[in-house]
T-cell receptor
Framework: AQSVTQPDIHITVSEGASLELRCNYS??????LFWYVQSPGQGLQLLLK??????LVQGIKGFEAEFKRSQSSFNLRKPSVHWSDAAEYFC???????????FGTGTSLTVIP | SQTIHQWPATLVQPVGSPLSLECTVE??????LYWYRQAAGRGLQLLFY??????ISSEVPQNLSASRPQDRQFILSSKKLLLSDSGFYLC????????FGSGTRLTVV
């Protein structure tokens, strides 16, 4: 079955500290992988995506993610977190064509000063 | 550039009342459009998608329906809302990943 697991429901980090949000997926074909960020009361904004090639992808706002096929993971990282990064983060997997994407249940990030 | 508009941003409706949420896309033609629902503490659930005018596919049987009267317009409706319809509704346009609208917070009371 296709699925995305984000094992951390909530994470708290200090401003300036490094961040890693975990994402594991189960997908029967070549996965296209995405990370989205959702600020309170807002829609989802694409942070970065992986289709093929270099397994380390750079996104907006200083985020990066690494695709590890052997671990079925696509973890999101940021070297130094800013207070404005407090939001909910969603990992998603989907096909290059077709209509079904699978989203994780999200990780809520709190940044403390 | 492509943009997606969704309204209203917030809606409080009594049980049994009708619902109409609208989504429009600019800057593209014949987009694939989607309605997702995000319930409190849960992930995103795909409700409907449309690949063209009048073409609607339903992913989850429910109290809701969708229509695509124009190429860049996608409407989510209900004849009689249930308490369980409360949630955050997101319209999205797809091209190598989704572009989401800003969402509608629906509270059914």
């Amino acid at each position: 079955a296709q699925s995305v697991t984000q094992p951390d429901i909530h994470i708290t980090v200090s401003e300036g500290a490094s961040l890693e949000l975990r994402c594991n997926y189960s997908y029967g074909a070549t996965p296209y992988l995405f990370w989205y960020v959702q600020s309170p009361g807002q829609g989802l904004q694409l942070l970065l995506k992986y289709f093929s090639g270099d397994t380390l992808v750079q996104g907006i706002k200083g985020f990066e993610a690494e695709f590890k096929r052997s671990q079925s993971s696509f973890n999101l990282r940021k070297p130094s977190v800013h207070w404005s990064d407090a939001a909910e983060y969603f990992c998603a997997v989907g096909p290059n064509t077709g209509n079904q994407f699978y989203f994780g249940t999200g990780t809520s990030l709190t940044v403390i000063p | 550039s492509q943009t997606i508009h969704q309204w209203p941003a917030t809606l409080v409706q009594p049980v049994g009342s009708p619902l109409s949420l609208e989504c429009t896309v600019e800057g593209t033609s014949n987009p694939n459009l989607y309605w997702y629902r995000q319930a409190a503490g849960r992930g995103l659930q795909l409700l409907f998608y449309s690949v063209g005018i009048g073409q609607i596919s339903s992913e989850v049987p429910q109290n809701l329906s969708a229509s695509r009267p124009q190429d860049r317009q996608f409407i989510l409706s209900s004849k009689k809302l249930l308490l369980s319809d409360s949630g955050f509704y997101l319209c999205a346009w797809r091209a190598y990943g989704y572009t989401f609208g800003s969402g509608t917070r629906l509270t059914v009371v």
